[in-house]
């Protein structure tokens, strides 16, 4: 997944795997022209998008200048500057989320996969509990439940046709999980394995977050 977003980067940013910070009024106003361009694309060539993502965006960035900065905020320019808009300021994790579904990488129903990232997250909360205790656990997943949550509010704004709600998207990472129940330890680890992958797609950080308490923990 890491290598999949990487040459996403690459190909939109040329010379670049990496989005570099900038301050610089230049930066952000192909930032914002390049929010412009993903707005005035989705409005006119992807019915199934909607534009509020890019425009919440845009205004977040707007709000978090001084009111006599001479930013260009209506030219059209290149979605290959999006990268800049971290440096202005702008979520990692909106700007990822934008040039994904922006190049046509989650799938039609990107709640399903969402729900399989929320059942493993539902799968190491016992695993969390059982390891570092229960209070240390809530505090894990809390984190990591409400990142699942900013996701989901992010896809709702992104695609016009997708509107599930945290206990619907909850509802099918229960069924997933009780489906598992049937499964041989190999083909539980095999498909638990392919909903961590998941989260790490969507933005919930679940490796990393158990990696880093392991690490604390010894």
């Known amino acids: 997944m890491k290598l999949l977003l990487t040459l996403l980067i690459a190909i939109l940013v040329p010379g670049s795997a990496q989005a570099q910070p900038t301050n610089e009024l230049s930066g952000i106003n192909r930032c914002l022209g390049a929010l412009n361009a993903d707005i005035q694309v989705v409005e006119s060539k992807k019915p199934r998008m909607s534009s509020e993502f890019a425009k919440g965006i845009k205004g977040w960035l707007l709000l978090g200048l001084d009111s006599d900065s001479p930013v260009d905020v209506e030219t059209i320019g290149s979605i290959k500057d999006l990268h800049l808009c971290i440096g202005a300021g702008a979520k990692v994790s909106d700007i990822e989320m934008l040039m994904k579904s922006f190049s046509g990488l989650f799938p039609q129903d990107p709640l399903e996969d969402l ?104």
């Open 115 to 218: 729900a399989k990232c929320v059942a493993a997250l539902k799968i190491m909360e016992t695993v969390a509990t059982r390891e570092y205790g229960k209070k240390k656990a809530d505090e894990l997943m809390n984190y990591l439940y409400g990142t699942a949550g900013s996701a989901l509010v992010q896809l709702r704004y992104i695609y016009s046709d997708v509107d599930g709600t945290i206990e619907s998207v909850n509802a099918v990472a229960e069924s997933l999980v009780t489906r598992l129940d049937g499964k041989t330890l190999e083909q539980r680890m095999r498909i638990v394995g392919h909903y961590k992958k998941l989260c790490e797609w969507y933005g919930v950080p679940l490796e990393a977050t158990i990696t880093g308490a392991e690490a604390i923990a010894r």
